[in-house]
């Protein structure tokens, strides 16, 4: 996470680190703060320091149990700290303050940026999926318009940054910014979903297209202002952080009547860090 601590009156910028984070599985567990403070040329031995100690030591002959946050369930992160700073050769810094600035928006719409008269155009892509020919599209668009860049965000969308003002009416009449739409209804907007099993063996239902038909009955039957956080993973490997979800879904099959239907546990009110 990023950080800054100061040094003879200047501000030096790095990040905090944090270990053992894992949402899948029976016991989701968020990553721990490590109290190691990193700038950016340790960032990439740090790392390496902590998988080959999680390599030597990590109980990695169990498949289900190879997972970091097993290794610090045993070893404490004191203990793990210090096999860090061993492999390192050196003492590790203790975390800085945090820079994390808490930001709840998606970036969807047209959010005006520091920079005066430029705008960045945010665009919805339905349950995270978009094809070939889109993204070509959108690079024509971001070339057009912006300044040839395009940023992907977490939430599964793309954002065309440095648009002009004068710019925007063009972009927004787009015609591909009818199905990748900057002002999306509230039922899709925040919606996540895994690859699903289209691309992936594990998932027991096709969350793309389920997600995508519960968006569009929910939308047709409840009126809402407010997105809702529904997030959808195909198995409990969790790629769609369905525990992180405000409505989270969790692929499954179940017989009724004899038949075998695809079906989804519920979660509900779930979310990342302390809100
Ligand atoms: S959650 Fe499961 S089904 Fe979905 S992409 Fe991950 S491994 Fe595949």
């Not at 721990?32 to 040329?41: E, G, Y």
Request: proline residues 6%; negative net charge; contains cysteine.
């Amino acid at each position: 996470m990023p950080a800054t601590r100061s040094e003879a009156g200047a501000e030096v910028a790095g990040f905090n680190v944090l270990v053992g984070g894992a949402l899948g599985g029976q016991q989701p567990e968020l990553a721990r703060p490590l109290d190691v403070f990193v700038q950016s040329d340790s960032v990439v031995p740090v790392a390496l320091a902590i998988l080959e100690v999680f390599r030597d030591h990590g109980p990695r002959e169990q498949r289900k149990k190879a997972r970091l946050k097993v290794l610090l369930g045993q070893w404490g992160l004191e203990r793990f700290r210090a096999a860090v700073e061993v492999r390192m050769g050196a003492p590790l810094e203790r975390a800085a303050e945090s820079a994390t600035r808490q930001h709840g928006g998606d970036h969807i719409g047209i959010s005006p940026q520091r920079q005066p008269g430029r705008s960045v155009v945010g665009c919805l892509v339905p349950v995270g999926r978009v094809s070939g020919d889109d993204l070509i599209e959108f690079g024509r668009l971001a070339a057009e318009y912006g300044t040839a860049e395009l940023r992907l965000t977490v939430q599964q969308n793309v954002l065309i940054p440095n648009v002009p003002d004068e710019f925007l009416g063009a972009l927004l009449a787009e015609p591909l910014l009818a199905t990748y739409s900057p002002k999306p209804s509230p039922w899709i907007r925040s919606m996540v979903t895994c690859t699903g099993n289209d691309y992936c063996h594990f998932s027991l239902i096709d969350t793309k297209a389920e997600a995508l038909k519960l968006a569009g009955a929910l939308e047709e039957r409840y009126e809402i202002d407010e997105p809702v956080r529904i997030q959808m993973s195909g198995c409990p490997h969790a790629c769609g952080q369905h525990r992180a979800g405000e409505i989270g879904l969790l692929g499954d099959r179940k017989r009724v009547d004899g038949e075998i239907l695809d079906a989804a546990d519920i979660f509900a009110d779930g979310c990342l860090g302390e809100d």
